[in-house]
């Protein structure tokens, strides 16, 4: 019998360059949301991929960008935390879009954990021309010259998915699976209820919104006479004017999210919602500490 192995890997790149679709496309599952704001992905979530020969424990993390506050700086810290833990760092960079300085950053940075072994990922395929998936290609291989492997793929189309799942899995270390293979994913329902709504409240705004917005969640309830379980949650910003975007004329942005949040949530909780939707100001939330500890940052 061949032994398996499992381990930890980690998407590193610019902000957006489709992590986290990665993650969920091979998980099988959404376990971490997206959107096309930068920087949407705030905690280090771990989705799990079992496969014949083991097991592969994708940790995904937020973007790495020059942070302009303590937020930013507090989820650059985490994933050089996370870095510094998991087995394999597969960099990844879009093969819609040239090789730019910031990728050059990441990818000499990537010395700094010389336990990982380091994987090259071109991704967006699906939304690239052959000439620029070849370009890539080159661009990308030449920002190292340890990568173990260099691999094109789209998330969207399942393209090679499985030829990473493998070449993932024969870098990982000899071991038992880490997870009972009916785990996705190691986040509370009530986190994941939290980003759902998260995710909602992101569709459509603009500017700097996307950033001031957080979500808490006070309570999830199965009602005893019914199929329905109650949510009440937060959203919460720094400034009464964003308050007013997010809830919008006469509670219709606030309703349009409600709608949103409780077609993810429901699958989560297996049946209807009844969601209770507050938002709530805290004055430039993502600069002060008190207040990003409340917020679990």
Not at 171 to 176: A, D, R, S
Not at 227 to 244: F, G, H, P, Y
Request: proline share 5%.
């Amino acid at each position: 019998m061949t032994d398996t192995r499992s381990g930890f890997v980690t998407f590193v790149g610019r902000p957006n360059v489709g992590k986290s679709t990665l993650t969920n496309a091979l998980v099988g599952e959404k376990v971490a949301i997206t959107s096309e704001k930068p920087q949407t992905t705030r905690r280090a979530i771990r989705g799990i991929v079992n496969r014949p020969g083991g097991q592969l424990v994708v940790v995904d993390t937020p973007g790495i960008h020059r942070p302009r506050t303590l937020l930013g700086q507090r989820l650059n810290d985490l994933v050089e935390q996370v870095l510094g833990d998991v087995d394999v760092i597969a960099f990844c960079a879009p093969a819609t879009e040239k090789v730019g300085p910031g990728d050059r950053r990441i990818a000499e940075s990537l010395s700094g954990y010389p336990r990982a072994k380091k994987v090259a990922l071109v991704t967006k395929t699906d939304a690239a021309t052959r000439d620029q998936i070849t370009e890539r290609l080159v661009e990308v291989d030449a920002l190292r010259e340890d990568w173990a492997a260099v691999i094109p793929l789209s998330a969207v189309t399942n393209d090679q998915l499985d030829v990473l799942s493998d070449e993932l899995l024969a870098l990982m270390p000899v071991g038992p699976a880490l997870y009972a293979d009916d785990v996705t994913t190691d986040e509370t329902l009530e986190d994941r209820i939290a980003e759902m709504i998260r995710e909602a409240a992101l569709h459509g705004v603009r500017d700097e919104l996307p950033h001031s917005i957080a979500v808490t969640v006070d309570d999830v309830a199965k009602r005893e006479d019914s199929d329905l379980t109650d949510v009440w949650a937060n959203i919460v910003v720094e400034r009464d004017s964003q308050k007013a975007i997010i809830i919008g004329k006469k509670g219709s942005r606030l309703a349009d999210v409600g709608a949103r949040a409780r077609a993810g949530i429901e699958p989560l909780v297996g049946g209807r919602v009844y969601l209770s939707l507050h938002v709530r100001v805290a004055k430039e939330w993502q600069r002060d500490p008190k207040q990003l500890g409340r917020l679990g940052f």
